[in-house]
């Protein structure tokens, strides 16, 4: 195939391909923090850490009770999910009155044992996790072979980020949560039990970073950093898509991600950078963000 703007067609297809993954892991997490910032008003800084966790939990599954990716996927973000509604229960909900920098420093110290903790039970060394048999081999599709796995990586993203978008914009219980937000009184008054609807919330959000985790597992390795790679990265889309914007999340994890493949290809220098970049200048132009509310 010919080159496309001096560029070798294989090389920026790959590109593209490998920026569409890393946004589909950036529009799944930012979409979990976003769900919980906007609806709890809480910045979780533990959200890398709970990632980390849904990979580590596929990781034990499949190693101690022999039950593969397929289950780790409905269990995984389940067992996570449990964990981050004990851990709404026991300390995050005491601080939803309470400035921002509370909850920030509460989370990310809990991160910070949960990784710590992990660290000393399974090392820092990478383990593998393969691949199911059902999804491996690639896809012709005459400009390029796509790994069947990373195909299937960026569809489920895509389908969970339009049925969350969608279950909290145009169902029931969504416009409870966006009410619950704006005026809980007036909603308890109606018989709703807030408080449960809020810590379902958080255990939502975690279990969606722990299904991430289980989707990341066979691409990059099971270790105790992979989280904590990533959590910068994704608050930095989070905050140019808009604190809180479940749309501005997604599009802005997808197009990001694809931002980032390409500078990869044209200027590898700025790769690790050209997402702050774009923090700042929206952050100046626009400092709600793309899809925030000022």
């Known amino acids: 195939m ?85 851990l709404e229960k026991t300390m995050i909900s005491r601080l939803y009155k309470l400035d921002h920098l509370y909850g920030l420093l509460l989370t990310f110290g809990v991160g910070l044992i949960i990784e710590g903790l992990v660290r000393n039970e399974f090392g820092s060394s990478g383990l593998p996790y393969r691949i199911p048999a059902e ?21 489920v993203a ?50 969606l970073a722990a299904f991430a985790g289980v989707l990341a597992a066979p691409i990059y390795s099971v270790n105790p950093q992979m989280g904590s790679n990533l959590i910068i990265i994704v608050f930095a889309v989070v905050v140019i898509g808009g604190m809180g914007s479940i749309l501005g999340s997604v599009v802005t994890g997808f197009g990001l991600g694809i931002i980032e493949g390409l500078t990869k290809v044209f200027y590898p220098e700025a790769s690790a950078t050209v997402i702050f970049v774009v923090m700042a200048i929206v952050l100046l132009t626009r400092p709600a963000g793309l899809f925030g509310r000022a």
């Open 158 to 207: 895509l389908v969970a980020c339009i049925a969350t978008w969608l279950a909290i914009e145009k169902t029931k219980i969504g416009s409870y949560l966006r009410a619950a937000t704006e005026n809980p009184a007036l909603v308890q008054a109606f018989g709703i039990n807030v408080p449960r609807m809020m810590t379902l919330t958080y255990g939502a959000g975690v279990a």
């Open 2 to 86: 010919d080159d496309i703007f001096g560029i070798p067609a294989p090389l920026l297809f790959g590109q593209l391909l490998l920026g569409l993954i890393n946004g589909a892991f950036y529009a799944l997490l930012s979409l979990g923090l976003a769900v919980i910032f906007g609806m709890l008003n809480v910045i979780n800084f533990t959200h890398g850490a709970q990632f980390m966790l849904g990979a580590f939990v596929a990781w034990l599954l499949l190693n101690f009770l022999g039950l593969g990716y397929w289950w780790a996927l409905l269990l995984a973000p389940l067992l996570v999910g449990a964990f981050g509604v004990l």
């Open 135 to 155: 999804l491996t081999g690639a896809w012709d599709l005459g400009f390029m072979f796509m790994p069947v796995y990373r195909g299937w990586v960026v569809i």
